[in-house]
């Protein structure tokens, strides 16, 4: 499979515990994204890499969330001491950037958090 | 920043009816409008899009309308099959400006009666 991927796909945490995503980009996409989907409702921008530079957060990112992207390639989501509105489906997208174009983002299958 | 109110929020139609689902924006700025699909349990996959320079466009049974005075656009499905039967979300974005971020309507669950 080609596409993007995450891992772990569902991740049953209790409050306060510290959990991590990773998402593996389509290969040779140089732009990652992070989306936060709650039930019900459309998929949240939450933070945005270009190569390895995260170049914009959303304020839906508090302190407890940090994202990397170390190399350009892989990215990894981190929420330290999870609290119960963090429970959601967290998506990831790749594409590749073109300059006064869009490319479509292509979405991962995404992490379903819940937290207890 | 830019918001995206879709409507309506569930949506049932007899198979072979048409669908139609509209979006507005509230950001003039945006010149960039995906559908995406979501099928249960799935990733939303990109259906059809537009620009803002352009008022309508169209593949096989899909087709998008916007009109940019008003900010809205919409999304229309024809002779509509069960496998239709999904979510729906309305996007827009700024293509040359930064991130382009994706801002998504709440969504439209679409269910077609056989």
């Known amino acids: 499979d080609t596409g993007v991927s995450q891992d772990p796909r569902h991740k049953i945490t209790k409050r306060g515990q510290n959990v991590t995503f990773r998402c593996d980009p389509i290969s040779e996409h140089n732009r990652l994204y992070w989306y936060r989907q709650t039930l019900g409702q459309g998929p949240e921008f939450l933070t945005y890499?270009?190569?390895?530079?995260?170049?914009?957060k959303s304020r839906l990112l508090s302190d407890r969330f940090s994202a990397e992207r170390p190399k350009g390639s892989f990215s990894t989501l981190e929420i330290q001491r999870t609290e119960q509105g963090d429970s959601a489906m967290y998506l990831c997208?790749?594409?590749?950037?073109?300059?006064?174009?869009?490319?479509?983002?292509?979405f991962g299958p995404g992490t379903r958090l819940t937290v207890l | 920043g830019e918001n995206v109110e879709q409507h309506p929020s569930t949506l049932s139609v007899q198979e072979g009816d048409s669908a139609v689902i509209k979006c507005t924006y509230s950001d003039s700025a945006s010149n960039y409008f995906p559908w995406y699909k979501q099928e249960l349990g799935k990733r939303p996959q990109l259906i059809i899009d537009?620009?803002?320079?352009?008022g309508e466009k169209k593949d096989q049974r899909i087709a998008v309308t916007l009109n940019k005075t008003a900010k809205h656009f919409s999304l229309h499905i024809t002779e509509t099959q069960p496998e239709d039967s999904a979510v729906y979300f309305c996007a827009a974005t700024k293509v040359g400006q930064g991130a382009q971020k994706l801002v998504f309507g709440q969504g439209t669950r679409l269910t077609i009666n056989p």
């Open positions: 890499f270009q190569n390895e530079a995260q170049l914009e």
């Open positions: 537009i620009r803002s320079n352009v």
């Open positions: 997208a790749s594409s590749v950037s073109a300059s006064g174009l869009y490319n479509e983002q292509f």
